[in-house]
């Protein structure tokens, strides 16, 4: 019976951690979506909260590495379990640095809104949304040990890439033509490689969450 119980307990834990991840990953969705709104709409108030919400991400990395390391000493947990919390230590990171792009995004909106828009802005929220997708399916993937969504996520990376690419080309056309334009064209490239970031962290979740189900490390691998 102490067995069972102590088994429960520890389900009960793993099962709060799951939930302090998801709680961090919605967090780092909506930053991920106001950030870029923040410049759509030139809304600089909502750059400033997006900002702000940076200290929350860094606040759970540090509640949820603690909370991991706590149950590696006192469960020493095996197999899969050991596996789920040695990637869950990885997954806060990569949520924290997401929502360190994020800040930044917004910093460069709240600059840009001082300005007259370069353009009309289609990709970058078109790169934002898919970024926002693979992240929550990305973590959805890893709180039901789904590989073949984070499998899906991987792949979806490549939508982003070139959305960057396109980006690029774009304002560098922009540079070229009318060097007044430098400076926000520079500040638009800035915020388009940092979502191409974030979709980078989302695709290193992804992978982590097939090494956990598969015990296989696929980095590098996925085209």
């Known amino acids: 019976m102490e067995r069972e119980h102590i088994s429960a307990v520890f389900d009960a834990e793993l099962n709060d951690l799951k939930q302090s991840i998801l709680v961090m990953g919605g967090k780092v969705e909506w930053m991920i979506a106001n950030s870029v709104k923040s410049l759509v709409e030139r809304d600089t108030a909502l750059a400033e909260r997006t900002i702000a919400m940076d200290h929350e991400i860094n606040t759970a990395e540090v509640s949820i590495d ?62 934002a949304h898919r970024a926002e997708v693979m992240v929550k399916e990305a973590l959805d993937a890893f709180v039901r040990g789904d590989s073949e969504l984070a499998i899906k996520v991987c792949k979806d990376d490549s939508f982003v890439d070139d959305l960057n690419i396109q980006i690029q080309r774009e304002l560098l056309t922009f540079m070229i033509e009318d060097p007044s334009t430098i400076s926000r064209a520079m500040r638009l490239n800035y915020i388009s490689k940092s979502l191409e970031r974030i979709a980078d962290h989302a695709t290193n979740i992804a992978e982590m969450v097939i090494f956990m189900v598969k015990g296989k490390d696929i980095r590098h691998t996925i085209a």
């Open 66 to 127: 603690e909370r991991c390391l706590e149950l590696l000493a006192l469960r020493q947990p095996a197999a899969r379990d050991l596996r789920f919390i040695t990637i869950a230590l990885k997954i806060v990171t990569d949520l924290e640095r997401m929502g360190d792009q994020c800040a930044n995004i917004a910093k460069r909106a709240r600059e840009m809104n001082e300005e007259p828009p370069l353009k009309p802005y289609i990709d970058i929220p078109r790169m």
